[in-house]
């Protein structure tokens, strides 16, 4: 049976998670930085009085940083931590894949991208990038795979 | 048994028979499942109730024995339980609760008297029933545990007046349960099978009765999910952001009707902000109302008598303040019942009256409420707290002779600290007096304890109203804003131009601020919190020092600007980032923004400023310099007539101000008496051959060092500075007091040679004072 995925865009490339775990989606909002979190954690975003921890994808999953003046949306999932922000370059339309187009990572792929996502469905024109929400969450005080420069200011 | 069972009110009648025409539409209606389990918990939280009021009768009733009132009180609480457990098929309660209520309808129609023993068992009886209750609270079924102890216990209990068959004793609605119970009696093992049915034929009770019946009476009350109250509390602190908001809003324009509404709606927040604060509020005397039992069981488990008197139980707090305070408290009930109360021949030979007092006392203090447990027994027995700190290696020999007697006492909340002789069941399991500390700091909390000897011990617990809302000071560093709460305030210091440049000082690698004299360890926020290091700061510019205070330390955080103070309310973090310790939560400021609330212990720690326990500040500092001596630190000091010394800062104990009229004599030396011991002051100066230039000023600024464990005062007359460096010292000017002369930041200075000070001061002292020993 297909299932519906909800897609975005990191760094030009296509991602998606279970629509199921999605709850909101909403427009940049300026995040409070945790000062001595992991690189990864953007900061903390006020969701209608709900303190909502915002996860930089791009960062988290080791990809290039986002441009300076860049406005990520916010794609607000369910987790067992609670609600969590995913911030994305784009949001995507709702898919419905194929479980039969799906293809675990080429070995040949490493690092945080390796633990982050499942595996790609091969859509037609485009490869999509299965985040694993679980994993992607499991976020340690280590430093990610990506070295980033922290906002100075 | 049949007068039994006709007291039995016709409200828990009327109750049972609606629950069984519930049950029965069970059986018709399949959804009824979720009306069945409302069933049983409404059923668990009111049988929890009864048992509660149980426990306080019960206690009650062993002193006034002859209450009728109470024992009907008593008698009908059990029979409740009995027959609604009947109903809902619950065997185990049916089984225990039916012992005991035969036993106590004995007591009531006046054919037993209530006697200790049995206060025992129907205690015990109690706590039975709760345990099959909470089984049934966590796994629905009644469990397996074994009660038929208990209920032999019970039946014995009814044995002796009456023995064999007594005729009264077979009731006509009640003939299974009571036959079953004799065959208990003989063959003990077995649990009695339930009883059948609530007995149907019954007179109707007293009006006056009906009353007083349990919990469930209608009254203005109603039971609301604390989850629901939680939200509630949430969303109020939502609409108090948004009214703020708008106030901003309205502040700037001059639409009349506009600003008019916006006032209303000001005011109305408020109000409904304090009633739901409110609403979570409840009287301490929710969690003191269990205390008389374990006082009782405590008192006759150590062979003590005591009495409980309470004041202020209708003073409300938070009630998530209530559940954190319950276990501190009870564990504080049991050390003043075990350690604090002597033993009534104790007592009565010292001429106090046998039985010793427990006075619990609750009331409000400056937006604080404050909780005192004072007992009248024997107060702490410090040389024994100073005995177990050296046995448990808490204290140095020689610290525990200069400790105050205050110092002493605070050993008692250290870990690892119990003074009971014996190790006994009631306290004394290793858990002491540090967790209740610990868990009382946890809620912004503080604890004292004061204690007569011969008169008794008082601690007195401060803990704030509530956690959900709290006063905290709005700071910013790296153009972030954190919240500060005001618990852990001290004060601020702001420095400015010239002040400013010099005034943070460094130990070694430690930077220090000296404030009124003492050194104050100095934690930049923005480095401990990683931000990018901060650029130079220009000559002149402020600095802005937030003195905070942990449990047994200050240090003063220096923050880029101090905004302002405010309530915020505070929000947990989400579990992503709870392993940060240097956060308490996070707050939503006015214009909606997130800002983070720094835990002050945590951030102490982090930094540490917190050390080992109990280290004062300044020794932390200067151990830590002694540790890692590779580069030297010298103490700079003016001795008047732009003379200079530097004193080896590793030799440096502390740095002191004395008044000068602390100075004594003691034959020809001048002394001072200082941590309990008398330390010689040796006027460097006079040493050094100097004529007394200025007068002697109303304090004297005094490095203390030590030799042996002796400590000297060697008096100055200004401390200047601390510096690290590598000193050339031009040994040419060495003597006997001096390694020599160097240039320390384009002074000459006197190196000074400690242990030459030191001998050539005792030297002096033998040959009087007015010898002039040789300058440099």
């Given at each position: 049976?297909?299932?519906?995925?909800?897609?975005?865009?990191?760094?030009?490339l296509l991602f998606a998670v279970e629509v199921e775990r999605v709850q909101e989606v909403?427009?940049?909002?300026?995040?409070?930085?945790?000062?001595?979190?992991?690189?990864?954690?953007?900061?903390?975003?006020?969701?209608?009085?709900?303190?909502?921890?915002?996860?930089?994808?791009?960062?988290?999953?080791?990809?290039?940083?986002?441009?300076?003046?860049?406005?990520?949306?916010?794609?607000?999932?369910?987790?067992?931590?609670?609600?969590?922000?995913?911030?994305?370059?784009?949001?995507?339309?709702?898919?419905?894949?194929?479980?039969?187009?799906?293809?675990?990572?080429?070995?040949?792929?490493?690092?945080?991208?390796?633990?982050?996502?499942?595996?790609?469905?091969?859509?037609?024109?485009?490869?999509?990038?299965?985040?694993?929400?679980?994993?992607?969450?499991?976020?340690?005080?280590?430093?990610?795979?990506?070295?980033?420069?922290?906002?100075?200011? | 048994?049949?007068?039994?069972?006709?007291?039995?009110?016709?409200?828990?009648?009327?109750?049972?028979?609606?629950?069984?025409?519930?049950?029965?539409?069970?059986?018709?209606?399949?959804?009824?499942?979720?009306?069945?389990?409302?069933?049983?918990?409404?059923?668990?939280?009111?049988?929890?109730?009864?048992?509660?009021?149980?426990?306080?009768?019960?206690?009650?009733?062993?002193?006034?024995?002859?209450?009728?009132?109470?024992?009907?009180?008593?008698?009908?609480?059990?029979?409740?339980?009995?027959?609604?457990?009947?109903?809902?098929?619950?065997?185990?309660?049916?089984?225990?609760?039916?012992?005991?209520?035969?036993?106590?309808?004995?007591?009531?129609?006046?054919?037993?008297?209530?006697?200790?023993?049995?206060?025992?068992?129907?205690?015990?009886?109690?706590?039975?029933?709760?345990?099959?209750?909470?089984?049934?609270?966590?796994?629905?079924?009644?469990?397996?545990?074994?009660?038929?102890?208990?209920?032999?216990?019970?039946?014995?209990?009814?044995?002796?007046?009456?023995?064999?068959?007594?005729?009264?004793?077979?009731?006509?609605?009640?003939?299974?349960?009571?036959q079953s119970m004799a065959a208990a009696a003989l063959t003990p093992a077995q649990d009695?099978?339930?009883?059948?049915?609530?007995?149907?034929?019954?007179?109707?009770?007293?009006?006056?009765?009906?009353?007083?019946?349990?919990?469930?009476?209608?009254?203005?009350?109603?039971?609301?999910?604390?989850?629901?109250?939680?939200?509630?509390?949430?969303?109020?602190?939502?609409?108090?952001?948004?009214?703020?908001?708008?106030?901003?809003?309205?502040?700037?324009?001059?639409?009349?009707?506009?600003?008019?509404?916006?006032?209303?709606?000001?005011?109305?927040?408020?109000?409904?902000?304090?009633?739901?604060?409110?609403?979570?509020?409840?009287?301490?005397?929710?969690?003191?109302?269990?205390?008389?039992?374990?006082?009782?069981?405590?008192?006759?488990?150590?062979?003590?008598?005591?009495?409980?008197?309470?004041?202020?139980?209708?003073?409300?707090?938070?009630?998530?303040?209530?559940?954190?305070?319950?276990?501190?408290?009870?564990?504080?009930?049991?050390?003043?019942?075990?350690?604090?109360?002597?033993?009534?021949?104790?007592?009565?030979?010292?001429?106090?009256?046998?039985?010793?007092?427990?006075?619990?006392?609750?009331?409000?203090?400056?937006?604080?409420?404050?909780?005192?447990?004072?007992?009248?027994?024997?107060?702490?027995?410090?040389?024994?707290?100073?005995?177990?700190?050296?046995?448990?290696?808490?204290?140095?020999?020689?610290?525990?002779?200069?400790?105050?007697?205050?110092?002493?006492?605070?050993?008692?909340?250290?870990?690892?600290?119990?003074?009971?002789?014996?190790?006994?069941?009631?306290?004394?399991?290793?858990?002491?007096?540090?967790?209740?500390?610990?868990?009382?700091?946890?809620?912004?909390?503080?604890?004292?304890?004061?204690?007569?000897?011969g008169q008794g011990t008082t601690l007195t617990i401060k803990i704030p109203l509530t956690?959900?809302?709290?006063?905290?000071?709005?700071?910013?560093?790296?153009?972030?804003?954190?919240?500060?709460?005001?618990?852990?305030?001290?004060?601020?210091?702001?420095?400015?131009?010239?002040?400013?440049?010099?005034?943070?000082?460094?130990?070694?690698?430690?930077?220090?601020?000296?404030?009124?004299?003492?050194?104050?360890?100095?934690?930049?926020?923005?480095?401990?919190?990683?931000?990018?290091?901060?650029?130079?700061?220009?000559?002149?510019?402020?600095?802005?020092?937030?003195?905070?205070?942990?449990?047994?330390?200050?240090?003063?955080?220096?923050?880029?600007?101090?905004?302002?103070?405010?309530?915020?309310?505070?929000?947990?973090?989400?579990?992503?980032?709870?392993?940060?310790?240097?956060?308490?939560?996070?707050?939503?400021?006015?214009?909606?923004?997130?800002?983070?609330?720094?835990?002050?212990?945590?951030?102490?720690?982090?930094?540490?400023?917190?050390?080992?326990?109990?280290?004062?500040?300044?020794?932390?500092?200067?151990?830590?310099?002694?540790?890692?001596?590779?580069?030297?630190?010298?103490?700079?000091?003016?001795?008047?007539?732009?003379?200079?010394?530097?004193?080896?800062?590793?030799?440096?104990?502390?740095?002191?101000?004395?008044?000068?009229?602390?100075?004594?004599?003691?034959?020809?030396?001048?002394?001072?008496?200082?941590?309990?011991?008398?330390?010689?002051?040796?006027?460097?100066?006079?040493?050094?051959?100097?004529?007394?230039?200025?007068?002697?000023?109303?304090?004297?600024?005094?490095?203390?060092?030590?030799?042996?464990?002796?400590?000297?005062?060697?008096?100055?007359?200004?401390?200047?500075?601390?510096?690290?460096?590598?000193?050339?010292?031009?040994?040419?000017?060495?003597?006997?007091?001096?390694?020599?002369?160097?240039?320390?930041?384009?002074?000459?200075?006197?190196?000074?040679?400690?242990?030459?000070?030191?001998?050539?001061?005792?030297?002096?002292?033998?040959?009087?004072?007015?010898?002039?020993?040789?300058?440099?």
């Amino acid at each position: 049976m297909a299932h519906q995925m909800c897609t975005f865009v990191l760094d030009r490339l296509l991602f998606a998670v279970e629509v199921e775990r999605v709850q909101e989606v909403i427009r940049y909002q300026d995040a409070t930085p945790v000062l001595t979190a992991p690189d990864s954690i953007a900061g903390l975003i006020n969701l209608r009085g709900q303190i909502v921890t915002a996860i930089d994808l791009r960062r988290r999953i080791g990809l290039r940083e986002r441009e300076q003046d860049a406005r990520p949306m916010n794609i607000v999932v369910r987790a067992a931590e609670g609600a969590v922000s995913l911030l994305v370059d784009e949001i995507g339309e709702v898919v419905e894949v194929d479980p039969e187009s799906f293809e675990p990572l080429p070995e040949t792929i490493t690092g945080s991208m390796r633990t982050t996502t499942s595996g790609v469905y091969k859509l037609e024109h485009a490869l999509l990038h299965a985040l694993d929400l679980a994993a992607t969450l499991q976020i340690s005080a280590a430093p990610d795979g990506h070295l980033s420069k922290r906002e100075a200011d | 048994m049949n007068e039994c069972g006709e007291s039995a009110d016709s409200r828990i009648r009327t109750k049972q028979g609606a629950l069984q025409s519930r049950l029965d539409r069970r059986f018709s209606a399949e959804t009824a499942m979720e009306e069945l389990d409302e069933i049983f918990s409404e059923f668990l939280i009111e049988a929890n109730e009864v048992l509660d009021q149980f426990d306080r009768d019960m206690v009650e009733l062993e002193k006034d024995p002859s209450s009728r009132t109470l024992l009907d009180g008593i008698f009908r609480g059990i029979h409740t339980i009995k027959g609604t457990s009947g109903v809902l098929g619950l065997d185990k309660l049916v089984s225990i609760s039916h012992v005991g209520e035969t036993l106590l309808c004995r007591m009531r129609d006046g054919e037993m008297r209530l006697t200790p023993e049995s206060t025992t068992a129907l205690l015990a009886m109690s706590d039975s029933l709760r345990q099959v209750l909470g089984a049934i609270a966590a796994s629905g079924s009644e469990g397996d545990g074994d009660f038929s102890a208990l209920i032999r216990l019970l039946t014995s209990l009814l044995d002796p007046q009456h023995t064999s068959s007594e005729p009264a004793a077979p009731s006509t609605d009640l003939p299974a349960a009571n036959q079953s119970m004799a065959a208990a009696a003989l063959t003990p093992a077995q649990d009695p099978p339930p009883e059948t049915a609530p007995p149907a034929s019954v007179k109707t009770e007293t009006a006056r009765e009906q009353k007083d019946l349990g919990g469930d009476a209608l009254g203005n009350t109603i039971r609301v999910d604390v989850t629901l109250l939680d939200k509630l509390m949430n969303l109020v602190g939502e609409l108090v952001l948004a009214r703020n908001q708008i106030m901003q809003l309205t502040s700037v324009q001059t639409e009349p009707a506009l600003t008019g509404a916006a006032q209303r709606l000001s005011h109305i927040t408020s109000e409904l902000q304090s009633s739901v604060m409110k609403t979570r509020m409840q009287p301490i005397g929710t969690i003191w109302h269990k205390l008389p039992r374990l006082l009782r069981d405590l008192a006759r488990g150590c062979g003590k008598e005591v009495e409980l008197i309470t004041e202020g139980a209708e003073t409300e707090l938070d009630r998530t303040i209530l559940e954190a305070i319950k276990d501190p408290l009870t564990h504080v009930i049991r050390n003043a019942v075990d350690h604090g109360i002597e033993t009534p021949e104790q007592r009565s030979r010292n001429g106090k009256n046998p039985a010793g007092q427990l006075t619990l006392r609750a009331y409000h203090e400056g937006g604080k409420v404050n909780i005192e447990i004072r007992d009248d027994g024997a107060g702490v027995n410090l040389d024994a707290v100073k005995r177990k700190a050296l046995e448990r290696r808490l204290i140095e020999p020689g610290e525990a002779d200069r400790m105050s007697e205050r110092e002493l006492l605070s050993l008692i909340f250290q870990p690892g600290f119990s003074t009971a002789q014996q190790v006994t069941n009631i306290s004394g399991r290793g858990v002491g007096m540090d967790v209740v500390k610990t868990n009382i700091t946890k809620i912004g909390g503080t604890i004292d304890l004061q204690s007569t000897p011969g008169q008794g011990t008082t601690l007195t617990i401060k803990i704030p109203l509530t956690l959900a809302i709290i006063p905290a000071l709005i700071v910013t560093s790296a153009s972030n804003r954190f919240a500060i709460p005001q618990v852990s305030l001290v004060e601020l210091v702001r420095l400015e131009g010239e002040a400013a440049a010099h005034a943070i000082e460094y130990i070694h690698n430690t930077p220090v601020y000296r404030l009124r004299g003492t050194l104050l360890p100095i934690v930049y926020l923005d480095q401990e919190l990683g931000a990018a290091a901060r650029q130079t700061k220009e000559d002149g510019q402020a600095i802005t020092i937030v003195v905070l205070q942990t449990e047994s330390n200050v240090f003063g955080l220096v923050v880029d600007e101090v905004n302002d103070s405010e309530e915020i309310v505070v929000k947990p973090l989400g579990n992503l980032l709870r392993g940060l310790s240097c956060y308490a939560g996070a707050t939503i400021m006015g214009d909606g923004r997130v800002a983070l609330i720094l835990d002050v212990m945590g951030l102490a720690q982090k930094a540490r400023v917190v050390g080992e326990q109990r280290t004062r500040t300044t020794e932390t500092v200067v151990e830590k310099t002694q540790m890692d001596m590779e580069l030297e630190s010298w103490l700079l000091a003016d001795l008047g007539g732009a003379r200079r010394v530097a004193i080896p800062l590793d030799r440096v104990h502390r740095l002191e101000e004395f008044p000068a009229s602390a100075m004594e004599w003691s034959g020809n030396q001048s002394v001072i008496q200082y941590r309990g011991e008398i330390m010689p002051m040796i006027s460097v100066a006079q040493l050094l051959g100097m004529a007394r230039i200025s007068e002697p000023a109303a304090t004297m600024q005094a490095t203390v060092v030590s030799r042996g464990d002796r400590r000297y005062a060697l008096l100055v007359d200004r401390i200047v500075d601390i510096v690290e460096q590598q000193i050339v010292v031009d040994p040419s000017r060495k003597t006997a007091l001096c390694a020599g002369s160097a240039v320390i930041e384009e002074h000459v200075t006197d190196v000074l040679d400690v242990e030459g000070i030191i001998d050539a001061s005792l030297f002096h002292t033998a040959e009087l004072l007015t010898a002039q020993a040789g300058s440099c």
